[in-house]
């Protein structure tokens, strides 16, 4: 496992997107085998490879596998067989790309999507002769109403055939990803919807994809003049005045999201399924690297697409041809492959558009996201609602990651997920333990003011070393920054909770240092008693929203604290005072204590307890009771 905020310290771009390097050829790239390219035996209405309107009929050949392995020479390769449907090329054509792949060295795995609908006893009985360790991932949308948009050119659904798919897996004893498209089909259902898929025995992950697709105003051309059922039910459902019938919207995929993921730790699905996109959000929110390209820096530079014509380009995801590099047989190493990238002029935008992840606080977690969608939805003038979406989806995730037993927090929107660097004690543990037992020993601690009002163990300005106390050390009060007491008094006295970190807030006059604002750090003893102050303070918080003076506002974030002596991390609740939009520091520093007398008299009032909520509403299908998680 690696720290992803350790990586590329030295540019804040290649953190988010890293551009193809002919010389590292430890990073392993993703190939997408379009066997048959857009060609396909279901006629899906959203299907975006059809949209590409590119000519099908070919098929990718043992040759052409062969000579990706020596174009990425030495360099891992992922490779997907795709489509289309690639089942439709054909026993003998698969088994010639299957023993190509099989043959090479760099090849490190091998996946193949369908939709199911020609999967039998021969193909598996290939796929276990030629390549047993390949991934199968299966196309479908839940269950039979949420594969509305899935039918045939005859316009009838094909979730049946899929359905005995499914099942023929699990007789097989295989195991097998689920990519799900969410539509309005499955909007307010996610929990009926995640139940279904996981009462076929062969699913082991489910992955829930949005369709975005609300700037999709054409249909898709059709190959002749007369229209299959299917183009003819596509043609009326396109034609929506908020864009397609199957199209949703960012914050909708968020909640639906959530939903999904609070009852995949309410009903224990988690211990068998793996789930996307919470795995990876927890994942980042716990610091480690994951192979999803929407939240690793691994993205278009590293993700490339082959058809059956010889044309190589990057993600499929992303508009074709403006999406093209170059053709197979016209490039011969990396390095004209990372040349053809820097001259692409998509792939420019794209990086360009990571430009304001730069300085996002949510940068570690989120990754950047899908750049085929900012893509998009820059285009469209409204990329604020694609970061709002992932905002929302870490926020939540981050609040089940704190109290998964109380999964209300997943919907709270004033526990904001507010990350702090550095943010570490030297034991968590001891300090619990001291701050919990009042009759234990306390040594002398050293403290030191400085000319700025900073406590701290050097008495200087910004930030240094400070040593912990509690309040039954005598030196406690001495140990509080003035300006914040009245509110660390009402966490630790009304409250009777543990505080970890506290600041009065500085202005650094005549000092090169950012001003400082004030805050408090509460260090929950358990997630039961996480979850009651988190939901004290949103009450607490939204209270004095329109009591405080113009010039302040207050927040209240998820973050957490690093133990020095384990290296572990414990969830901690922050609350902070700060500069109000559009109002300076010098203003907030003449209001900032009016501002927190407001805010402590709040606290005092909205006392954490137990089934005590927080001020957002929760939706009516949100499950209420939880277990354990880990990813």
């Known amino acids: 496992m690696y720290r992803t905020t350790e990586q590329h310290e030295h540019d804040p771009i290649a953190r988010l997107y890293r551009g193809l390097d002919a010389e590292d050829t430890a990073s392993a790239v993703s190939v997408i085998l379009k066997l048959r390219g857009e060609t396909c035996d279901i006629d899906c209405l959203y299907c975006y490879e059809k949209r590409k309107e590119a000519p099908g009929g070919a098929r990718i050949d043992a040759g ?20 289309g449907e690639p089942l439709t090329a054909g026993h003998d054509h698969v088994t010639e790309v299957l023993r190509e792949l099989a043959a090479q060295p760099s090849v490190v795995r091998v996946s193949l999507q369908t939709n199911g609908v020609l999967l039998d006893e021969e193909w598996l009985d290939l796929f276990d002769a030629l390549y047993p360790g390949l991934q199968i991932g299966i196309s479908l949308d839940g269950d039979a109403a949420g594969n509305a948009w899935r039918v045939g050119y005859d316009g009838k659904p094909v979730y049946p055939r899929v359905a005995a798919a499914l099942r023929l897996l699990a007789e097989r004893g295989r195991k097998t990803g689920v990519i799900a498209a969410v539509t309005p089909a499955v909007l307010g259902r996610a929990e009926a919807v995640l139940d279904h898929l996981a009462d076929f025995e062969a699913v082991n992950a489910v992955s829930f994809v949005p369709c975005f697709d609300t700037s999709v105003h054409q249909p898709t051309v059709a190959p002749g003049r007369r229209l299959s ?55 980042r929110l716990r610091g480690l690297d994951t192979g999803f390209c929407h939240f690793s820096n691994l993205k278009c530079d590293h993700v490339f697409t082959l058809y059956p014509d010889g044309r190589l380009g990057s993600c499929d995801e992303l508009p074709w041809p403006q999406a093209q590099l ?58 604020d609602a694609y970061c709002d979406y992932r905002i929302r989806m870490i926020d939540g995730i981050a609040a089940l ?40 020993p306390r040594t002398p601690m050293r403290l030191e003011t400085s000319a700025h009002g900073n406590i701290n163990t050097v008495g200087l300005p910004g930030v240094h070393e400070a ?165």
């Open 64 to 83: 052409q596998v062969r000579r990706l392995a020596e174009l990425f020479q030495g360099r891992p390769l992922a490779v997907e067989l795709h489509g």
């Open 401 to 440: 990651l704190a109290q998964p037993a109380h999964p209300e927090g997943a919907w709270c929107r004033t526990m904001r997920w507010r990350p702090r660097t550095p943010n570490s004690m030297r034991d968590v543990a001891a300090f619990l333990a001291c701050w919990n037992r009042t009759d234990a």
């Open 326 to 383: 170059t053709r197979l047989g016209q490039v011969t190493d990396q390095s004209a492959v990372a040349s053809a990238q820097r001259r692409l002029p998509l792939l420019n935008q794209g990086k360009a558009l990571m430009e304001q992840c730069t300085t996002c606080a949510y940068r570690s977690a989120c990754g950047g996201g899908c750049v085929a969608t900012r893509w998009r939805y820059d285009k469209a003038g409204n990329q």
């Open 467 to 631: 040593d912990d106390l509690d309040p039954a050390h005598p030196q406690w009060q001495e140990a509080i920054e003035p300006g914040v007491r009245p509110v660390v008094d009402a966490v630790t006295r009304a409250w009777g909770l543990v505080t970890y970190d506290s600041c009065q807030g500085h202005p650094y006059t005549g000092l090169d240092l950012a001003p400082a604002e004030r805050r408090v750090g509460i260090l929950p003893r358990d997630p039961d008693e996480y979850a009651q102050a988190a939901a004290a303070l949103c009450r607490a918080v939204t209270t004095v929203a329109t009591d405080l003076p113009a010039t302040v506002q207050v927040t209240v974030g998820r973050a957490e604290l690093t133990c020095e002596a384990t290296g572990g991390t414990t969830p901690v609740l922050d609350l902070a005072l700060r500069p109000a939009p559009g109002h300076g520091w010098t203003a907030y520093f003449e209001t900032v204590d009016a501002a927190t007398e407001i805010v402590a008299y709040a606290l005092r009032d909205q006392r954490p307890t137990a089934g005590g909520g927080c001020h957002c509403p929760v939706p009516r299908t949100a499950a209420r009771t939880a277990g354990g998680v880990s990813a």
């Open 229 to 283: 059922a299917s183009r003819q039910l596509q043609r009326a459902a396109v034609r929506g005045p908020g864009g397609p019938a199957w199209a949703i919207r960012p914050d909708e995929y968020a909640e639906f999201v959530l939903a999904a993921t609070v009852h995949w730790i309410s009903a224990g699905h988690f211990a068998r399924m793996k789930l996307e996109p919470a795995v990876s959000t927890i994942r």
